[in-house]
């Protein structure tokens, strides 16, 4: 299932737009998130609404299936349709192409955004994301076999691709578009390179994007000592992971939206979460005498009170899933164990850091107080 518009097909030239399987069975949609166009049978759509209620949107976990539901419910908000949505409408319009139909399957999708990535030779699973004078062409992928690919500030996906358009290192007056990419460096497969190519031929590789920038930055200045230019100091040097895209807040939330991004440990246990506009909560969990995930301050003969001997927070045996007696031998809460992240971590459901935590399965953390709400 994925969340669609359907398409008024008076606006569509009847000799552009995809071939029916039959009117009075089939509707001519076009999907948030991919933009494609299809024809659908009409037994298959549902309303938005309906769809959500029958948890839908919890069937897929891919990343352009989460920004189409964000286009919807922006779409439900405003009626208005994304810029990238409008301008293949105009496509379909002007040089849409004609496509078979099927009488018992559902319409062969006419993917214009796939046909636009071919003539560009460029993947067709590429994302095409344009901010200002920035354009990403592809996010990469999550890399799980090293943890050098991610620090505390920012996720480096292997083969992230994006362009700027910035000052010419030839000549400073000029502006030229760079290639930036994330690579595997060829000599410590480990650890992730860093390539700027300029459109005029330049290529430079560092270990960190300011390396890269930063030599640029010192090329443009040289060039223009060299010819006196006016234009001397005026460059405006901004930090190698704002000119590759990284700190930008729409490119950060779709990197960890990507498969496998929270097993960047060091990313999500530092704050990676911020983005979303939660500021860490954080509370003294010594001086609490009641259970962590009941709320309650009363102790059971079955039921005891448990407290972490490291951080102090105290929980009911059972509201914390300590089935066996434990006879008075030391008691470690989850985060406090061996093996446990050594920053606590934000819980997944709420912006309050420790208490009675456990992890998910699907390597993330939750307090049970929050798992049992929702």
Known sequence: ??????????NVHASRALKPIRLDQSILVQFFGTHDFARIKLKQAVPFLNGLLSSLHLKCKQARFSRGLEEAKEFLLTQQLPENMLQLRKSIENDGSDVNGQDDAIGSCDNLSEERAEENGEDAEMTQIELGNLRVSNLGRIVSDSDHFHNKMHIWPEGYTAFRKFASVKDPHLVTSYKMEVL???????????????EDGLQIDGSTPNACWKEIYCRIKQKQCNVASELEGNVCQRSGSDMFGFSNPQIRQLIQELPNARSCLKYFENGGDTLRGYRAVHVNWKDLDFCSV????????????????KCRMMVHARCYGELEPLNGVLWLCNLCRPGAPRVSPRCCLCPVTGGAMKPT???????????IWI
């Open 1 to 10: 299932m994925w969340p669609a518009v359907i398409v008024d097909e008076s």
């Open 294 to 309: 009941c709320d309650m301050d009363e102790e059971y003969e079955d039921n005891l009170f448990l407290q972490c001997d």
């Open 184 to 198: 595997r460096n060829s000599d410590i497969k480990a650890r992730p390179l860093f390539r700027v190519i300029s």
């Open 361 to 371: 399965t699907d390597g993330r953390w939750a307090h049970l107080a929050c798992a």
